[in-house]
């Protein structure tokens, strides 16, 4: 089977509960799913179900970097060295019979340039025939769209945020 390339983009919410679904669904399959989270600390209750499917490997940065726009130089050369890891070594094993390989806001990671786009980019032109590649975050690149078979975008229209609702546990993490 051809292995395909999604975007899952936009403003909304939703964007990881649709690669998890799709992961779950492939491994339900009996066929195996990399999930790789950036800007995340792998704390997220998906990444707990995630882990105890025996088909899901997960990567996770364990440090937590928080929200680019608050991060100091210093702050972002560390996400940079430790996204740029992650994404390497994700890469790496995604050569080695992974079925789908989803990479949780490696959009953000790639606007941001905390990974070097190119890295990316030829994985992209270069990946296995068959694998089929998930990436999420907002306002993708046009490059990336490039390589997309599937964009979806969630669009918000209304969320609790705006009244003051804090993300909830179980619900948004």
């Given at each position: ?14 964007k990881t509960t649709a690669s998890v679904g799709l ?134 229209i209304k969320h609790p945020f705006e009244r003051g ?9």
């Open positions: 089977m051809q292995g395909l390339v999604h975007i899952y983009c936009g403003d909304g919410k939703g992961a779950v669904r492939v491994a339900g399959a009996g066929r195996k799913v990399l999930f790789v989270q950036f800007f995340k600390d792998g704390t997220s209750s998906e990444i707990k179900i995630l882990k105890s499917l025996e088909q899901v490997e997960v990567f996770v940065c364990t440090t937590q970097h928080g929200f680019y726009k608050f991060m100091n130089e210093e702050q972002k050369a560390a996400a940079q060295r430790d996204f740029t890891e992650l994404l390497k070594n994700a890469l790496a094993q995604a050569q080695n019979g992974v079925d789908l390989l989803v990479l949780d806001e490696v959009i953000s990671t790639y606007n941001y340039e905390v990974i070097p786009k190119e890295m990316l980019l030829s994985f992209l032109r270069h990946k296995p025939e068959s694998l089929e590649v998930v990436m999420t975050g907002r306002d993708p690149a046009d490059e990336l769209v490039e390589f997309a078979d599937y964009v979806t975008e969630m669009k918000k609702v804090a993300a909830r546990y179980s619900i948004e993490y």
